[in-house]
């Protein structure tokens, strides 16, 4: 009975050790806890991957639409006159320059609000501006912080004429120089006063070749068998004591050089100008604008609906739908664009004392062809005719520069610049370049 009993425990022992089918229901249990665990944790993954991914994709919008802004305030600035931000950051009229209501804008991938804020004022060389914009897509805000320094194109400020420069009338240059790398003639037609604000000299007459009072239907080539050619017989010549020419030469008192020397606000001892001093001291450059610029003010002008092939001067411009409008004139040699009194509302208001306005202007620019400006027209600004003839006749008035391949005065015409002028280029001849980029919230 006892060995039985013993052969029957054996027995359960050795079944127990050999039984493994309570191992695999644990093996079993744990491995689909494991299993559910695991896929828990991928759905938790993919879900805060696609969250993040959304979030991402609204960041990256919101900042699409921040950068957007930016672009859209370096185009403002490319295109007005920089004195439109001297109000900043509180400009009642002016959006751009408000921070606490700044310009609205909507893009394909958001929304943008942006303001510019004044950080250098624009001078006669450059100014500094930091763009403050904040971009929105759905729940995604973005600020970013551009820097840009505004500067104008390079190109000559004064009256400058390839060629030759035909005076008659009674016409004035107000503190403006004029500037030829031929002979300037019938000086004495041509009425200078004031101190051009721009180079700080006296206004006068600067020519390559030579200054006569003769009236000559082509320049020669030499001045020295002109007996009315201003320094001719001496290097200074009195009644014009600022004119240069290539036959002036150092003041002394052998030639007279006491009258020029002593003359009010002089700024040279000496009357003599080359080529090389028109092209190093006074920023001469054929055409007055590169091609390059050229191009750029084109496109502006065709984005701006004034790009034109024909000479029908627009009577719709108004500085308060355009400010500082590029009227690009793209016509055939021989073609004349003919300026009245179309652009009468661009004319120069006078400054209070002591401080300078807003004053609209236009950039006018006749390719190919001829520009005549009448008797009854007025304007402020720029004008480039590089292949052709600019008349500028009767009692016109222009506030502003010329350049072009050749130059009629008459009549009492009137051209000149002002201090405030020359301080603040007029838009749409600016280069608008980035310098320092900061992600406010980053």
Not at 57 to 76: I, K, N, P
Not at 266 to 279: A, G, R
Request: proline share 5%.
């Amino acid at each position: 009975m006892k060995a039985q009993l013993m052969r029957d425990k054996t027995m359960l022992l050795r079944r127990v050790r050999t039984d493994e089918s309570g191992i695999a229901l644990v093996s079993v249990i744990m491995v689909v806890a494991m299993l559910t665990a695991l896929g828990v944790l991928m759905v938790e993954v993919s879900t805060r991957n696609l969250t993040n991914s959304s979030a991402d994709r609204v960041a990256t919008s919101s900042l699409g639409a921040a950068e957007a802004g930016v672009a859209a305030a370096e185009g403002y600035l490319n295109n007005v006159n920089p004195q439109l931000l001297s109000c900043s950051p509180s400009c009642t009229t002016n959006p751009w320059g408000n921070s606490a209501s700044p310009q609205s804008l909507t893009f394909p991938n958001g929304s943008a609000t942006v303001w510019i804020e004044t950080v250098a004022g624009f001078s006669q060389r450059s100014g500094t501006y930091k763009i403050h914009s904040v971009g929105r897509q759905a729940t995604g805000v973005r600020t970013v912080e551009q820097t840009v320094v505004v500067t104008p194109f390079n190109f000559p400020i004064g009256i400058y004429i390839d060629n030759k420069l035909n005076n008659g009338g009674t016409a004035s240059v107000t503190n403006e120089s004029v500037f030829s790398q031929d002979c300037i003639d019938s000086r004495g037609h041509l009425n200078f006063a004031g101190i051009d604000p721009y180079y700080n000299i006296p206004a006068a007459a600067h020519s390559a070749k030579y200054v006569t009072t003769k009236n000559w239907n082509s320049c020669p080539s030499s001045g020295s068998s002109d007996s009315q050619a201003l320094h001719g017989s001496s290097f200074c010549n009195a009644t014009y004591p600022y004119d240069q020419d290539s036959m002036g030469g150092v003041f002394s008192s052998a030639a007279n050089g006491a009258s020029c020397s002593g003359a009010a606000n002089q700024y040279t001892s000496t009357s003599s100008f080359t080529y090389q001093n028109l092209v190093n001291d006074y920023g001469y450059q054929p055409k007055g604008l590169t091609d390059e610029q050229y191009a750029a003010l084109k496109a502006r002008a065709q984005a701006q609906g004034t790009y034109y092939t024909t000479t029908s001067i627009p009577t719709n411009l108004s500085p308060t739908t355009q400010y500082d409008p590029i009227l690009y004139f793209d016509v055939n040699a021989g073609d004349t664009v003919t300026l009245q009194n179309e652009l009468a509302a661009y004319a120069y208001q006078s400054d209070p004392a002591g401080s300078c306005i807003q004053h609209p202007a236009v950039v006018l620019i006749v390719r190919g062809g001829d520009l005549k400006i009448t008797s009854n027209a007025a304007l402020t600004g720029p004008i480039f005719v590089p292949e052709g003839t600019i008349t500028y006749a009767g009692g016109a008035n222009l506030v502003g520069t010329i350049w072009a391949a050749n130059m009629t005065i008459s009549g009492n015409a009137n051209v000149g610049l002002t201090a405030c002028y020359a301080a603040a280029t007029p838009g749409g001849i600016l280069n608008v370049n980035p310098t320092k980029f900061r992600e406010v919230d980053r």
